[in-house]
T-cell receptor, first 112, second 115 residues
Framework: SQTIHQWPATLVQPVGSPLSLECTVE??????LYWYRQAAGRGLQLLFY??????ISSEVPQNLSASRPQDRQFILSSKKLLLSDSGFYLC???????????FGSGTRLTVV | AQSVTQLDSHVSVSEGTPVLLRCNYS??????LFWYVQHPNKGLQLLLK??????LVKGINGFEAEFKKSETSFHLTKPSAHMSDAAEYFC?????????????FGAGTRLAVHP
């Protein structure tokens, strides 16, 4: 069966520090991968999606970047965090068109 | 473009009473629709999905939703609320116009269940 792993679960980082959040999927090949952010009291905002290795598309301009070095690995990064980067970050994967997403358990990032 | 509107940001019910969470969608073609649930500080869990088969879709934990094309609605219901149902619920539509499987999320409805 397919599983998705996301870590760490919580993270407190100072302003200006780097960020690396990792997401891996098991039990499937060539998944579509996604990074979402959920700010306090708000809905989900799609940050990045990837349909294959090295293929990254960004939905909104921001201080973050994403990479997909392997088929089932998706990394969210920042060189210098801002206070506004605080939020709950969710990784997800999907198969074909019309499929729902399977979400990871999320990372609560607090930038102080 | 695809979109969903969740008509209530907050819903409060008593334990044992019915639950109704309302969702209207906008789609230029036959949509795929989903309901997700999110408990505090957790990821999202798929409750049910509609993909042009039966219009009444049964999901996990006793939830179900009915696709009504004439009303462009996909409301989520449960006959009897349980305390553990307290969570945030998202109505979602699939947008396939961009060449990839993109889900469009509603703003969410927070369900409170009182004893």
């Amino acid at each position: 069966s397919q599983t998705i792993h996301q870590w760490p679960a919580t993270l407190v980082q100072p302003v200006g520090s780097p960020l690396s959040l990792e997401c891996t999927v098991e039990g499937t090949s060539n998944p579509n991968l996604y990074w979402y952010r959920q700010a306090a009291g708000r809905g989900l905002q799609l940050l990045f999606y990837s349909v294959g290795i090295g293929q990254i598309s960004s939905e909104v301009p921001q201080n973050l970047s994403a990479s997909r070095p392997q088929d089932r690995q998706f990394i969210l990064s920042s060189k210098k965090l801002l206070l506004s980067d605080s939020g709950f970050y969710l990784c997800a994967w999907s198969g074909g068109q019309g499929d729902g997403y399977t979400f990871g358990s999320g990372t609560r990032l607090t930038v102080v | 473009a695809q979109s969903v509107t969740q008509l209530d940001s907050h819903v409060s019910v008593s334990e044992g009473t019915p639950v109704l969470l309302r969702c209207n969608y906008s789609s230029s073609y036959s949509p795929s629709l989903f309901w997700y649930v999110q408990h505090p500080n957790k990821g999202l869990q798929l409750l049910l999905k509609y993909t042009s088969a039966a219009t009444l879709v049964k999901g996990i934990n006793g939830f179900e939703a009915e696709f009504k094309k004439s009303e462009t609605s996909f409301h989520l219901t449960k006959p009897s609320a349980h305390m553990s149902d307290a969570a945030e619920y998202f109505c979602v539509v699939s947008d396939q116009s961009g060449g990839y499987n993109k889900l469009i999320f509603g703003a969410g409805t927070r369900l409170a269940v009182h004893p």
